[in-house]
Structure formats: structure tokens, C-alpha cells
């Protein structure tokens, strides 16, 4: 069974650009979500997707991040208009149910850099 | 915020064990108690969770306090390869109205000597 995949692993962009992170799940998982770590900081929690739904989006910034995890297809991390506040660490999870006894498996993380 | 407290960095010796202690006094009766670590350029890695008993698994075991308000995790023979930070998570149960999203604290460096 495949582990959580993220691509792309590293991506560049200059500022005002757009950055589109993928995230395809371990098979059999409906539950997606996605952290954010910043360089030297702990991990942060950005947005909890069930299939073509958005189950909580409450640590995503209102402006120019959007998420989304069609019926088919990998989850989608968009960034618009990307600042360099925004170079950091993306990683995505995936686990099979939700609840506090459900374990995330994580991907290992697509790296923005923004110049 | 982080509903745990750990020692920000640890050292240990290789093929000693190691005993990494979590502090989390405002845990509720429902919450599971999860380990996680982090290898430097890697996504988290899961290592073990429990609810009230103690747990074993083939990376670490899991003591739990009886009141439940701290845990231990015990890496038995610590070789060169756990070296990572180590993170002792509560999911909030209440966050967003949704469920199990992992609260990340600042962890415990573990740096292992040979």
C-alpha cells in the first residue's frame, strides 16, 4: 500500500505567481488534511477535507489559499499571488476515519520557495 | 496552542534507552494521546498512541500515567536513526467543529550520541 504522495517535492515561484500543491492519499483514506511549517516552527494545521467536501478551514488564511479534493483525483493546495511569507513547508495527511483515535500518515512534504 | 508541554532537547547515548516525558494536565477522558516525530527534511512519522493503558509497538512503548495527565515515550535501544524531534499530541476534539486536526507543539529535539 503506497504511502500519502505530495508533488511536486520542491517548487519555486516568484512573487504574484501561483503555486498548486498536490496531494494524492494512502488508498482507502477519505480524510485529508494539510499543516503548514514555516522554517525552525512547529507544524500548523491549515484545512480537514472529506471527497468534495470541506470539512473545516479554520487555520487556512482568508486570502489567496484555497483547497479542495474532487471525487476523483488528488487534493489540490492552491496559493495565488504567492509572498515570500508563504516559502515554507506543506505536508499533507491522510487517515481512513476521523476522531481523536485516528491516526494521520503524512506525505513527505512539498517545499515552496518564493522569490 | 499546543495542549502539551515537553522538554525543548534531550541527549542520549546509542543502544541506551530513552524516556521522552509529556505533560498534559488538561487532557479530557476522551482524548488520545498521540507520538509523532519528525526526522530532519521529512514529514511526520507516526509512532504510537494510546488512550488510558500502557502501549507497545515496534518502534516505541507508551507509558500513560494513571490520571493520565502525563505520558512517557520509551524508545528502547536508541540508535543514530531516531535522532528527530519528538511530538506528544492531543487532537482537538473541538477545533473548528471537526475533529482529530493535530495540535503540533515545539517537541522534544532528541539528539542521540554514538
Known amino acids: 500500500n503506497a504511502g500519502v504522495m505530495q508533488n511536486p517535492r520542491h517548487l519555486v515561484r516568484r512573487r504574484g505567481q501561483e503555486a498548486r500543491l498536490r496531494c494524492s492519499p494512502m488508498?482507502?483514506?477519505?480524510?485529508v488534511y494539510w499543516y503548514r511549517q514555516l522554517p525552525e516552527e512547529g507544524l500548523k494545521f491549515m484545512v480537514y477535507?472529506?471527497?468534495?467536501?470541506?470539512?473545516?478551514e479554520s487555520g487556512m488564511p482568508k486570502e489567496r489559499f484555497s483547497a479542495e479534493f474532487p471525487k476523483e483525483g488528488p487534493s489540490i493546495l492552491r496559493i495565488q499571488q504567492v509572498v515570500r511569507g508563504d516559502s515554507a513547508a506543506y505536508f499533507c495527511?491522510?487517515?481512513?476515519?476521523f476522531g481523536s483515535g485516528e491516526t494521520q500518515y503524512f506525505g513527505p512534504g512539498t517545499r515552496l520557495l518564493v522569490l | 496552542d499546543a495542549k502539551t508541554t515537553q522538554p525543548n532537547s534531550m541527549e542520549s547515548n546509542e543502544e541506551e534507552p530513552v524516556h521522552l516525558p509529556c505533560n498534559h494536565s488538561?487532557?479530557?477522558?476522551?482524548?488520545?494521546i498521540h507520538w509523532y516525530r519528525q526526522l530532519p527534511s521529512q514529514g511526520p512519522e507516526y509512532v504510537i498512541h494510546?488512550?488510558?493503558s500502557n502501549v507497545n509497538n515496534r518502534m516505541a512503548s507508551l507509558a500513560i500515567a494513571e490520571d493520565r495527565k502525563s505520558s512517557t515515550l520509551i524508545l528502547h535501544r536508541a540508535t543514530l536513526r531516531d535522532a528527530a524531534v519528538y511530538y506528544c499530541i492531543l487532537p482537538d476534539l473541538n477545533y473548528g467543529g471537526s475533529q482529530g486536526n493535530l495540535i503540533f507543539g515545539k517537541g522534544t529535539k532528541l539528539s542521540v550520541k554514538p
Open positions: 477535507l472529506q471527497k468534495e467536501n470541506i470539512i473545516d
Open positions: 488538561t487532557i479530557s477522558g476522551t482524548d488520545y
Open positions: 488508498k482507502g483514506h477519505s480524510h
Open positions: 495527511a491522510s487517515s481512513p476515519r
Open positions: 494510546g488512550l488510558t
